[in-house]
């Protein structure tokens, strides 16, 4: 069993060396559930099934002064995870490169190789307003999206159901030919055409909350009917692309600003989950973006922790009846620290 400073900076893999050694003896406090330490109820066998990915590339991914997209995000939300005893259920796992072959599948070799060139020896350039790339952001992109591809991997494999990605930069804006909106690659959107290269997997649906519309997952995936890819946003807002599509795989559920969780809760219960019983998809991606959230500070929806944990257990209960209980989450947007730390604890615990 593992002591109370199991996840010191040595171990904890979403730092960089830097971080590390500057928190070297940090002490970790262990979790109280129903009046029985974390260590008394690891005793008893009550394990987490779960997978959780992330890399130190991630923080290292560098964008502009201000930026609401900020490497912060990440460290917030692993050291709130840390806190909650939830890394030391579910020791956090380092992805491994992709090939370009599994980038291809879904983007242009122009858009790749735009990426390449644009990417600087030192320093930040701009891509476009809100795009920004550093020294390690297409490394750092490249390992978000093979994050995703090892969690289809490890649920396939059997050796998981479910696994949470914790990435940066996100990805779903980024269309096959375009990065924007803070995405360079689309990770979800390569992953789900990783998965149908996979023994036994016929249909896909990507299922994404986050308050902007996945146009690049719906731009790269609507010619694929074996991928349904289902979007609830704020609308109209950004990116105002790709959102009147009209066609049996792709299912659009606007919000209009000020929207609550009772209007997305009914929204996604109309639209989602008849979809969904149609499309019986042997694996469910989701691209799980917490900036509905009232609190975050770049869009006007007023979702809370508890919608966040109702739409993760409808994902689970549709995962359970059609989909072997495989999901595989990743982590897309919200931009207030402790609205996404806590919706993402919420997300996190509901798919455990």
């Known amino acids: 069993m593992r002591g109370l400073n199991a996840f010191a900076p040595a171990t904890r893999p979403w730092l960089t060396n830097t971080e590390r050694a500057s928190n070297l003896g940090r002490r970790v406090t262990p979790r109280i559930c129903a009046g029985l330490s974390f260590f008394t109820h690891r005793a008893w066998g009550i394990f987490c099934s779960m997978h959780i990915y992330t890399h130190p590339e991630f923080i290292r991914h560098e964008v502009a002064e201000g ?16 806190r909650e005893g939830i890394l030391e259920d579910c020791p956090p796992r380092l992805p491994k490169d992709l090939t370009d072959a599994q980038i291809l599948a879904a983007h242009s070799a122009e858009h790749l190789q735009f990426l390449q060139r644009s990417e600087p020896d030192q320093g930040i350039v701009p891509l476009d307003p809100d795009t920004w790339m550093g ?28 696994v949470f990605c914790a990435v940066r930069p996100p990805g779903h804006h980024a269309e096959a030919a375009s990065a924007m909106g803070f995405c360079l690659l689309n990770s979800v959107a390569i992953a789900a055409l990783h998965a149908l290269n996979q023994p036994n997997i016929e249909r896909v649906a990507i299922l994404d909350f986050d308050v902007h519309h996945g146009n690049g997952s719906v731009d790269i995936c609507k010619g ?50 008849p979809a969904i019983e149609r499309h019986r998809p042997d694996l469910i991606l989701v691209s ?34 059609y989909s072997g209980g495989r999901v595989v989450s990743a982590l897309e947007g919200g931009y207030d620290l402790d609205a996404l730390a806590n919706s993402a604890y919420a997300h996190i615990k509901t798919l455990m």
């Open 288 to 321: 799980a973006g917490f900036d509905a959230h009232r609190l975050d500070p770049l869009a006007a929806l007023n979702l809370q922790e508890q919608d966040f944990e109702w739409i993760t257990q409808q994902i689970v209960d549709l995962a359970n009846q």
């Open 135 to 162: 020294a390690r952001s297409l490394n750092a992109a490249r390992l978000a999206a093979s994050a995703v591809c090892s969690g289809v991997d490890d649920v396939l494999g059997g050796a998981t159901e479910r």
């Open 67 to 82: 930026h609401p997209e900020r490497p912060e995000r990440l460290r917030y939300l692993m050291d709130h995870l840390e």
């Open 224 to 273: 694929h009917p074996e991928i349904m890819v289902c979007s609830s946003f704020q609308h109209p807002y950004y990116p105002n692309r790709m959102h009147d599509i009209e066609q049996p795989n792709i299912v659009n559920t606007p919000l209009l600003a000020g929207s609550d969780g009772d209007d997305f809760r009914r929204a996604i219960t109309s639209d989602w989950l």
